[in-house]
């Protein structure tokens, strides 16, 4: 059975028969094969059902004596709080290590960290690391699922099932859609995810941004890149405006932020080259009168809390992905028929 991502929200996960192979991570989406991302979505949208309808599957608690710990070197607002909500929806206990105040400020390595983490009981490990490639380097050193949370430039896997989750539920697919991605695209893991994903998914992608911002040829998989925004903006379904990642480029390299508006700032004028169905997607947080006019945060093409909804629902199905029944190591299903 392949599960087709044009469908309405399915009340039933593939069965064990046809269970794409299992996933030890998620480091990335780059190493993923549709049908493992497809599962990942079919199962976000059962959970979501699962919450809405307060049904059965979540009074099971399906992880409940499971530990997840999350660490986190840089700041976090959604991407964290929504691990810790996926967990306790899903029955498992969530901790936090609070990194400007462990042992990390003392000088102690990463690899000493999160063994230190697994030896105390964590049964999972959500990273976010400035350092592009932390989470395969914290995969290597430890034998419980690692989940990347953000690595520097690298990936951010569940942002992208996130944005991925919200356009199949606005545009009813992903497949044969047009996506902007907008702004800086070089320094954005969101784009590379987001890029990646989508186009294993069947959509066209498209980057644009200042040329400073836009990757050297072939960093994002087959997407187009542009100079032209005009031209990535027309006939678009979903657009992306990304955050400037100033943290993590030269000083000066990117125009500040007034400057960076009236050249690169999305408005109303510019949402009507798109499709007139077009979704406006941010994965958060957003500088509003940078990325972003304020006022299309209003509007009802904008998702940008859906996404933050979705996120919860993207990272119930990854941690029961990776830690159901049991294991954390094989492919579990998060419902049957007659139990939905
Ligand atoms: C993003 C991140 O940290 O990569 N935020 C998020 O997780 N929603 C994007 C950003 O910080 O700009």
Known sequence: MSLSLSMPAPAVMPAPGDAPPALRHLLGIRGLTRSQAEALLAEARSWKAARAGRLQALSRRPLAGRRIVTVFYEPSTRTMTSFHVAAAALGAEAVDLPVSRSSVQKGERLDDTLETLESLGADAVVLRHPQTGAAHYAARHLSIPVINGGDGTGEHPT??????????????????????????????????????????????????????????????????VTLNRDEALEGADVVMALRVQRERQARGLLPPPGAYRSRWGLDARDLERCSPDVVLLHPGPVNRDVEVDGRLLEDPRCAVLQQVANGVAVRMAVLHTLLGQGGGRSWSTCSSAAGW
């Open 159 to 224: 942002q992208a099932l996130t944005d991925a989750l919200t356009i199949l539920e606005r545009r009813g697919r992903v497949a044969g859609l047009k996506v902007a991605i907008l702004g800086d695209i070089r320094h954005s893991r969101v784009a590379r995810s987001n890029a990646l994903l989508l186009e294993l998914l069947g959509a066209e992608v498209w980057l644009s941004g200042p040329a400073a911002a836009l990757p050297p040829a072939g960093a994002f998989g087959g997407a187009r």
